[in-house]
């Protein structure tokens, strides 16, 4: 299952707070081949850790669930005792219901449009520190570049540019959702521009909210109007030299390029 088809909405389903589907996956194959072994390997188990798993589970149940006969005109083998196979079909009834009720909910999800795309932002995962979300402005092609503009539910403005190849690829239009990525360490932070103007495209001011202090470098927050926060890799020299601290005034600066843009199509 690909990340874009992954549920927002997942539960595992346990018995007496162990018994997982793992386990019922080895009762399953045990009712099905009669072998220990061979259900241990579909399961994921050792020989010895399934026969673990199970007496475990006999002893919660008070119960063997597992009949073991050695040579004799069958050939010896494992089988599911009767209270065996009663658990692997109250767990297969209890897994049908609880897979009903996710879908329930992920049918009332849909109708919660702000919660459902807060969800499917979370479930993004990405090694960039700063995913700001937003809505795409305005679309600018190019021959090679394109300009994208992206207002920030903070009120906000971020600016990407991308190649005009990958803006077809994405089919990136004004009006859609759209995430902004920047990693930390492409963020520098500005504290006094002594009357320069810089070239980078998205300069945004606020607050710092949070210093973390490394061995080498620092993680520094910093707030701005409405709520966003923006995060910055900095040299602990760097801090030491600007002399930050909470609720000092700082612009963050980074250029068009280092902003990676994220749509759901």
Known sequence: MSSQDR??????L???????GRFFDLLAALALTGSLQKAAKVAGYSYKGAWLVLDAASALTHSPLVDTATGGPGGGGTRLTAEGEALLIAWRKLQ????????EQADWLATQPALDALLKRMSMKTTARNQFHGRIASVTPGPATTTVRVDLDGGQAITASL???AAQELQVRTGMAA??????SEVVLVTDFGGYKLSARNQLTGAVSRVQRGAVSSLIGLTLPGGTVVTASVTNDAVD????SVGQ?????????AVMLAVRP
Do not use: C, M
């Open 96 to 103: 049908a219901r609880h897979d009903a009720f996710l879908r």
């Open 163 to 165: 190649t005009t190849l």
């Open 179 to 184: 995430l902004a990525l920047v990693k930390s």
């Open 241 to 244: 030299a600007l002399d930050l």
């Open 249 to 257: 005034p700082a612009t963050a600066v980074f250029k068009a390029y």
């Open 14 to 20: 346990r018995l007496a707070g162990r018994l997982d």
């Open 7 to 12: 549920p927002l909405l997942q539960g595992e």
